[in-house]
């Protein structure tokens, strides 16, 4: 049932306790951040970009496909750094905590966690 209840969201919503998937879906509930939102909205791109900006996606998401909205957002961020994240859906840290870790340090120059665990 969490894989079913998280299928838009993760590719492995049964990592989750039955009672964090319950937390999750109260906050989705009319949650209006996509709305608004239209990939045919006129943005000037942000060229150049203030700061290194790295586009990590995941390959599977379902609420935000990477088809529909990731040319939209290369456009708008020219000069970013696209990565698709594979086996992982619309929220990889559940699917895949690890990738996402070692994406994030790869981006930031951490060769490893090491001390930063505390």
């Not at 239209?38 to 935000?64: H, Y």
């Not at 559940?94 to 120059?109: K, Q, S």
């Amino acid at each position: 049932m969490r894989r079913l209840g998280m299928r838009e969201a993760a590719c492995h919503g049964d990592r989750l306790s039955a009672a964090r998937v319950l937390e999750w879906m109260d906050g989705i509930i009319d949650c209006p951040f996509m709305d608004d939102y239209s990939p045919d909205e006129q943005i000037e791109p942000m060229d150049p970009l203030p700061c290194p900006v790295t586009l990590a996606w995941g390959q599977f998401d379902r609420l935000v496909p990477a088809a529909t909205y990731g040319q939209t957002a290369r456009e708008r961020l020219p000069g970013a750094t696209w990565v698709l994240l594979p086996g992982v859906g619309h929220i990889p840290m559940i699917d895949d905590p690890d990738l996402v870790a070692r994406t994030i340090m790869a981006v930031t120059g951490v060769a490893d966690l090491g001390d930063h665990r505390r």
